[in-house]
């Protein structure tokens, strides 16, 4: 499976972005799914997680209330929808799959490539 993150770009504080990860295998629904980011000089955090058929979101406290995680798998794809955005949102953005639920990134074993979001105050 190869995943493919899009939608990253330039936003004004208090905007709105969606990313976008398509995956390239059918067995899309097979897999938990998440997204993480990485800021400059930070590791890489949990952002959102969400089960094989969207039963089951679950979200860092940073980003719940603003961000909605979401997937159709007859696309074989996962959107993360952001509002409200701020500049401590600013980071590459990553999608990956793993096998269960898990907000730990070592549980995950298949990466995007990352998809940079900057959002400027």
């Known amino acids: 499976v190869q995943l493919q993150a899009s939608g990253g770009g330039l936003v004004q504080a208090g905007g709105s972005l969606r990313l976008s990860c398509t995956a390239s295998?059918?067995?899309?629904?097979?897999?938990?799914m998440g997204w993480f980011r990485q800021a400059p000089g930070k590791e890489r955090e949990f952002v959102a997680a969400i089960g094989r058929y969207g039963v089951g979101t679950y979200y860092a406290d940073s980003v719940k209330g603003r961000f909605t995680i979401s997937r159709d798998n007859a696309k074989n794809t996962m959107y993360l929808q952001m509002n409200s955005l701020k500049s401590e949102d600013t980071a590459v953005y990553y999608c990956?799959?793993?096998?269960?639920?898990?907000?730990?990134?070592?549980?995950?074993?298949?990466w995007g490539q990352g998809t940079l979001v900057t959002v400027s105050s």
């Open positions: 990956a799959r793993n096998w269960e639920m898990s907000m730990e990134s070592r549980m995950y074993d298949e």
């Open positions: 295998a059918t067995t899309f629904n097979r897999y938990f």
